[in-house]
């Protein structure tokens, strides 16, 4: 709500006299929420939106346009303008009381841009659409991308609705085997490595209960196993059973640090470098 006020004056013969001082009291009829239908994002993650305009007016207003900045912010000790969020193409959906209309027109992208909406006395607007975060919205633990629609047009004030999503906060892990030789003699010697990898902004602790297993196909005899280049214990570390090839670590015995997120000072585009950890297995081939 705004006020306004307003005085007349009257002059004659050389004299000016001034009227009282009237008050009155623009009431704002719109309104705007807007939500993502997830609190939280990942990598590559599509967001949908959902903007509720409401009129409580008894005047509809024509030709409203919204501009969304995508989540756009300066890249920390920097000036440069930077976007999280990239508009997913003929995403949008428009509703006028719960009744689906024509698509509105999207005239830009970044900043999104709407134009055309219609907002009927006493009606409830209803937009969707969906935006993908890209390489850069922030990862790391403690981020987050707030995005602000602005609405505009004839008739009314500019007002704004905003939402803010965190990145997911958990492990993220990804495992690779790698065989050394390739190629072994009968009864030869090998090694298997295995590269555990966490992308996520959380370590993988003791709680997680992360547990490793392998079955060896041909069999594997005087087996030794090292975790992070320390020496695993049969029994303590894990359990083998030399008959049939099989091998779990035991609980608790596992852990990967956090990955780590920068922000390239070129591109400001954001690089995740993996928490890792690594088992390595060596044997002898028994057929």
């Known amino acids: 709500m705004a006020a306004f006020y307003n005085q007349a004056t009257l002059s004659y013969n050389g004299t000016v006299k001034s009227s009282n001082i009237t008050t009155g009291e623009i009431i704002n009829v719109l309104s705007a929420t807007k939500n993502a239908v997830t609190d939280t994002y990942s990598s590559n993650d599509d967001i949908v939106y959902v903007i509720s305009i409401v009129n409580t007016g008894t005047s509809g207003f024509n030709g409203v346009t919204v501009t969304d900045d995508l989540g756009q912010y300066t890249a920390e000790g920097t000036t440069d303008e930077v976007v999280p969020l990239t508009y997913v193409d003929g995403s949008i959906q428009y509703y006028i009381n719960g009744i ?3 698509a509105p027109t999207v005239t830009d992208t970044e900043p999104l841009t709407i134009n055309g909406l219609n907002i009927p006395a006493g009606s409830n607007v209803t937009l969707i659409y969906a ?3 890209n390489a850069f919205a922030p990862l790391a ?6 995005n602000t629609a602005t609405f ?3 008739g009314f004030t500019p007002f704004t609705a905003s939402d803010t999503i965190t990145p997911v906060t958990e492990a993220d892990l990804m495992i690779s085997k790698s065989l050394s030789p390739a190629a072994v003699e009968e009864n030869g010697d090998v090694t298997y490595t295995f590269l555990i990898q966490n992308f996520g902004s959380k370590a993988a602790d003791v709680a997680d209960n992360v547990i490793f297993s392998d079955t060896f196909t041909p069999v594997l005899s005087n087996l030794t196993a090292t975790y992070n ?5 049969d029994g303590t570390n894990y359990s083998y059973d030399e008959t049939t090839g099989e091998f779990e670590s035991l609980a608790g015995q596992i852990t990967v640090p956090a990955a780590t997120f920068t922000q390239d000072t070129t591109t400001r585009a954001w690089t995740v470098q993996p928490g890792v950890s690594v088992i390595k297995i060596s044997g002898q081939i028994t057929l």
């Open 131 to 133: 935006a993908t975060t």
């Open 100 to 102: 689906a209309q024509a």
């Open 229 to 233: 280049d320390a020496p695993w214990t």
């Open 152 to 154: 505009s047009g004839t």
């Open 141 to 146: 633990a403690g981020s987050e991308i707030t």
